[in-house]
């Protein structure tokens, strides 16, 4: 695996690549990479003939209560199980090589609207943050296909829309939440709970679960509110607090009505220094 930390390097391997006919997957991430970012690139292979990862910790997309300087990093173990799936090359830039006026006064990229609801609406500018430094390693990688995991599922939505609204050329492959045995969604933020909260985090996927039940079994008759806060209550019982538990409309993310067949449960819900995000697909 070649590693490469500037664009203009980059830009040289992938026109070679390009001169030689090669095609060119992409796989962002921000490190401390586990399973589910491997199968990103498992996938990856799958669409093209070579497969860039990066790893990046975007400070544009931190908030001002959130210390970036206390996400975990752990680049020697990233590279050696980016060696294990054949990744062809990892860019590693620095937060001067994307932002080299310094995040206030960079050019950015906003998606309305879907960007202001659940995790938006709790990380006001995050998704703003998300969606810039997306657009931007795009257009420095220039990929044919990009994989992103479905557990971060509004973040998939915002990149789609962008990716929609601004007619770029880059396919998106969406890839499947890999889950521990217990069923929690396999995340960076998994380090953070101690191994009593663990035993206990997986009541949150557990919870959606239900809902997603309790949805095929009403049809058309639910009652969407009663039904979220009767899940909220299980994870309070369970020592989890609920950020926020919505039935959305599975593209739009707006609120569901009962006419809505394709649905998504999203989930956000806090247990000790953690904040755990889920989803699951709803088809009625």
Not at 251 to 270: G, R
Request: hydrophobic residues 40%; negative net charge; proline residues 4%.
């Amino acid at each position: 695996m070649k590693t490469v930390e500037n664009i203009k390097e980059l830009r040289t391997q992938v026109k070679s690549w390009r001169m030689q006919g090669l095609t060119i997957a992409f796989v962002p991430t921000m490190g401390n990479l586990h399973q589910g970012h491997l199968s990103l690139v498992k996938a990856a292979h799958k669409y093209a003939d070579k497969v860039i990862a990066s790893i990046f910790v975007n400070p544009m997309q931190f908030g001002a209560n959130e210390d970036i300087d206390s996400y975990p990093r752990t680049l020697e173990q990233d590279q050696e199980q980016l060696v294990s799936v054949n990744t062809d090359l990892l860019f590693l830039p620095t937060p001067a090589t994307i932002y080299p006026k310094g995040t206030d006064d960079n050019a950015y990229v906003e998606v309305p609207n879907i960007s202001a609801l659940h995790c938006g609406a709790s990380r006001p500018g995050h998704f703003r943050g998300v969606a810039t430094v997306v657009c931007k390693l795009f257009n420095i990688v220039q990929p044919d296909v990009a994989c992103f995991g479905t557990k971060d599922y509004q973040q998939l939505q915002v990149i789609k829309t962008m990716i929609e609204d601004l007619s770029m050329s880059v396919d998106i492959v969406p890839v499947e939440t890999i889950r521990e045995e217990s069923g929690l969604a396999m995340s960076s933020r998994n380090g953070y709970l101690t191994a009593k909260e663990k035993t206990t985090a997986p009541v949150l996927y557990q919870t959606l679960q239900w809902l997603s039940e309790q949805l095929h079994k009403g049809q058309q008759t639910i009652d969407f509110t009663a039904l979220i806060t009767q899940a909220s209550d299980r994870l309070a019982q369970a020592g989890l607090k609920t950020d926020y538990i919505n039935i959305c409309h599975a593209k739009t993310l707006e609120t569901a009505v009962l006419d809505d067949k394709e649905m998504v449960i999203l989930a956000a819900a806090y247990l000790g220094k953690a904040r755990l995000i889920d989803n699951l697909p709803v088809s009625l």
